[in-house]
């Protein structure tokens, strides 16, 4: 289990995403909201979202609506962030080319 | 467009749900969370929804958790719950058998 992630670290490791990622005020989750033209171009980014999950044995929360896709990585079992979280939100910035 | 659902019409369809469905507070959604053994599970159950959402053009809030999907739905159009709301619902139970 990786160690939970300083301030100071998330931040750096914040500045290396999509700028459309946020920090929860909290610290414990980082998010970014995708959107699309319809519905089911939402679904199957989250399909693709899903594979890089698999890949990296890593889950997002995500929640699909309308034509949006958010996806939301934080380490559970650790309570918080770590580096596995953005390990995995550099991969879904790679599926936009970002 | 369907109009609004009166409180008494909603109560009357819901009974018809699966009890594991529950109307919001302010009876302007409802939502049943579904269980899954796998990440990928909930994913697959999620596509076959959004198949139904298609097939229905009415598309639902999907949740996809670590081993979770929950269901909302609302016609946000009419600004709350409508008959396509509780039409959908019913073929999502069919999925899983209820």
Not at 38 to 55: Q, S
Not at 85 to 98: I, P
């Amino acid at each position: 289990m990786p160690d939970l992630l300083a301030a100071d670290e998330i931040s750096r490791l914040s500045a290396q995403l999509d700028p459309a990622w946020s920090v929860s005020p909290d610290h414990k989750s980082i998010e970014r909201c995708f959107r699309f033209g319809t519905y089911l171009e939402g679904l199957v980014f989250a399909n693709n979202v899903a594979w890089i999950a698999e890949r990296h044995d890593h889950h997002p929360d995500l929640l699909v609506g309308y034509a949006s896709c958010r996806v939301v990585y934080s380490t559970h079992s650790a309570g918080g962030l770590t580096r596995l979280d953005f390990d995995a939100a550099r991969a879904v910035d790679q599926l936009v080319g970002a």
